[in-house]
């Protein structure tokens, strides 16, 4: 589990897969301001979420900046069995990238 991106887990019960998903991410809006220069503070966000299940894609999602810092999503997977593994990227508008994956148990 990848700490520096975010945190997730991934749970088998009855062959559905319950994926929980922490991104570490600001997402700034391009509206609030620097308390101690006034500046404002530029945009910055995740614009897109893709979800894999061993490799497959079972999820895209296109963002904008209104989603708050440190996103959190909950999704389930049909058909899963223990050992696969979920993978989660990330894709913001500066061109930085991010992922996190769990083998589920």
């Known amino acids: 589990m990848n700490t520096e991106n975010?945190?997730?887990?991934?749970?088998?019960?009855?062959?559905?897969?319950?994926?929980?998903?922490?991104?570490?991410?600001?997402?700034?809006?391009?509206?609030?301001k620097d308390p101690a220069?006034?500046?404002i503070i530029p945009r910055h966000y995740i614009q897109e979420v893709v979800c894999e299940h061993n490799g497959k894609s079972v999820l895209t999602m296109d963002w904008g900046w209104g989603i708050s810092a440190n996103p959190y999503i909950g999704f389930?997977?049909?058909?899963?069995?223990?050992?696969?593994?979920?993978?989660?990227?990330?894709?913001?508008?500066?061109?930085q990238t991010g992922s996190v994956e769990a083998t589920v148990s």
């Open 37 to 39: 220069t006034g500046e």
């Open 76 to 95: 389930q997977i049909k058909n899963g069995a223990a050992g696969d593994t979920v993978t989660v990227r990330w894709t913001d508008d500066q061109g």
């Open 6 to 32: 975010g945190r997730i887990r991934a749970r088998l019960k009855d062959g559905v897969i319950g994926v929980r998903v922490l991104l570490r991410h600001p997402m700034e809006t391009g509206s609030r």
